[in-house]
């Protein structure tokens, strides 16, 4: 008899003004709402059969608590967008530098073309990648991103 195979669970993290899209600045964000967002991100997850949670806050303490928490919950990968906090949070640095849980970083926009204060993220030295610039499209890239690396098909 075949063995039930566990499904890999991963991790969405989205940062503050997040819950705001759709209406925040449609022009660099684009017009997906967040809960389209996860709506087709949770699509995407049962097609690659793995499991998803998701969560949104707007506060840095909560942010790190989650990251923290991970490690018990045995997830495969986490997917963050930590928003403004990807220029200045060295609290969330550090709580991804603590855990053994690869990390792969994303951006709705192109943070490199944007103003000078955006093109340096204090992430990215401790994600495994950073995907920036599609828009929505971006979560769903890391997530195959995440697939791929944990059926080494990269
Ligand atoms: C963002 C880029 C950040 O500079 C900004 O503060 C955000 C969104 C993005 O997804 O493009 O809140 O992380």
């Known amino acids: 008899m075949l063995e039930k195979q566990m499904k890999s669970k991963i991790l969405v993290i989205n940062g503050p ?3 705001l899209l759709g209406r925040r600045e449609p022009e660099i964000y684009g017009a997906a709402t967040l809960e389209t967002i996860i709506k087709n991100m949770q699509d995407k997850a049962a097609e690659l059969n793995l499991e998803l949670d998701t969560f949104q806050s707007n506060h ?3 942010i790190v608590d989650a990251i ?5 919950n045995n997830y495969a990968f986490i997917i ?3 928003g403004a906090f990807s220029h200045y ?6 709580a991804i530098a603590a855990i053994p849980i690869p990390v792969i970083e994303v951006h709705l926009s192109n943070i490199f073309r944007r103003e000078h204060f955006r ?3 204090v992430i990215a030295p401790v994600s495994i990648g950073q995907i ?3 828009k929505a499209e971006g979560y769903i890239l890391a997530l195959e991103a995440a697939y791929r ?3 080494n098909k990269e």
Do not use: C, Y
């Not at 923290?68 to 018990?72: L, M, P």
């Not at 949070?89 to 550090?94: E, K, L, P, T």
């Open 17 to 19: 003004n997040l819950n």
């Open 68 to 72: 923290q928490e991970a490690t018990k």
């Open 60 to 62: 840095e303490g909560v």
């Open 80 to 82: 963050i967008n930590p």
């Open 119 to 121: 093109s340096n993220s």
């Open 132 to 134: 920036v610039g599609f």
């Open 89 to 94: 949070s060295i609290a969330i640095r550090d």
């Open 149 to 151: 690396i944990l059926n």
